[in-house]
Nanobody, 116 residues
Framework: QVQPVESGGGLVQPGGSLRLSCAAS????????MGWYRQAPGKQRERVAV???????NYLDSVKGRFTISRDNAKNTVYLQMNSLKSEDTAVYYC??????????WGQGTQVTVSS
């Protein structure tokens, strides 16, 4: 199973929170930078957050202060904590290796819908 497996999406009201998880393959997960992306209907896919192998993070301006990316190298898992959700955060969310042998592989994604 090379494909990342995203989970944790769902329907949430504006102002609510969700925590996404991504289980990644590979024995060298800890060595690679990871990213979360999203794609809203009719829009291009955009990168939301990055976490480096060393734990440094970077965010899309529109989610700064609301989203937090983290990783657990023992579990080959990367997380995206999303707070203060807005309707414009509605999208399918994907995680991906940003480098290494699996960097071209996309998962199925997880749907996040923010609506009252």
């Amino acid at each position: 199973q090379v494909q990342p497996v995203e989970s944790g999406g769902g329907l949430v009201q504006p102002g609510g929170s969700l925590r996404l998880s991504c289980a990644a393959s590979g024995t060298s997960f800890r060595l690679y930078d990871m990213g979360w992306y999203r794609q809203a209907p009719g829009k291009q896919r955009e990168r939301v957050a990055v976490i480096t192998s060393g734990g440094r993070t970077n965010y899309l301006d529109s989610v700064k202060g609301r989203f937090t990316i983290s990783r657990d190298n023992a579990k080959n898992t990367v997380y995206l904590q999303m707070n203060s959700l807005k309707s414009e955060d509605t999208a399918v969310y994907y995680c991906k290796y940003l480098e290494g042998p699996f960097s071209a592989v996309w998962g199925q994604g997880t749907q996040v819908t923010v609506s009252s």
